[in-house]
């Protein structure tokens, strides 16, 4: 899995509190945690070796915790972290936002974590106003499903959504989205049908507009 890990720094040590040698380093080093669900995480350590913490078991295969059975930095950084909310806790994963690059987390069985992920400010739902792209034209989006751009036929032209000529630098495994363009044609008689036409795109080819 493809999931974002806490950026590699050291972490302020509090100045008043009494905190044991391991306790201290698991903050004073420059070290980096990825989670990598089922409770295990990666830690790279200051030195850049890179060692597998089981959480919920308090295991570690570094040889602090091997050789001496110690609750080594390692541990105590995940934990850090987790509590100071750098790193999701068991059962979640980190996820950067396709759209703005922010990292947040989600549920390890979550369909983001395989695919583009969007923060609460960039996912779109139905009703609201998306920009193409590729156009920069505005639409208003009706449907977002859970079809895959690949796997969507464009019955007018016999080819996948993925496959589009306009598409194809975008990720065929995405979802596809259905969206009108906003500005309906009104004739004496009414609305003219062809007008209020749904279009596909890959998701990822849609903006959320400000």
């Known amino acids: 899995m ?9 972490l302020p040590v509090p100045s008043r509190e009494h905190l044991d040698g391991r306790s201290r380093r698991a903050r004073s080093e420059a070290m980096s945690v990825r989670s990598l669900g089922r409770g295990l995480y990666e830690v790279e350590s200051a030195s850049d070796h890179t060692y597998l913490v089981d959480l919920e078991s308090a295991r570690c295969t570094c040889p602090d915790h091997i050789f001496r059975e110690a609750r080594c930095k390692h ?11 750098r790193t999701p806790p068991p059962g979640e994963l980190a ?33 609201e106003t ?11 989006v009706v449907d977002v499903s859970d079809l895959r751009a690949d796997a969507v036929e464009i019955g007018a032209v016999d ?7 306009t598409n194809e630098r975008y ?10 363009y906003p500005h309906a044609t009104v004739a004496t008689n009414g609305v003219i049908p062809d007008s209020l036409k749904v279009y596909v795109f890959p998701r990822t080819r849609l903006e959320k507009a400000d």
Do not use: M, Q
């Not at 493809?2 to 050291?10: L, Y």
């Not at 947040?104 to 695919?115: M, R, Y």
């Not at 998306?130 to 505005?138: C, H």
């Open 75 to 85: 541990i105590r950084r995940v934990a850090i972290e987790i509590t100071d909310g």
């Open 95 to 127: 996820v950067e936002c396709h759209d703005c690059g922010k990292t947040f987390f989600v549920p390890e069985d979550d369909d983001a974590v395989n695919g583009p992920a969007y923060c609460s400010r960039h996912t779109v739902w139905p009703g």
């Open 159 to 165: 080819t996948s959504v993925a496959e589009y000529a």
């Open 2 to 10: 493809n999931t974002t890990a806490s950026p590699k720094t050291p």
């Open 171 to 180: 990720e065929p495994d995405v979802p596809v989205v259905g969206a009108i």
């Open 130 to 140: 998306v920009v193409d792209r590729e156009t920069g034209d505005r639409l208003t």
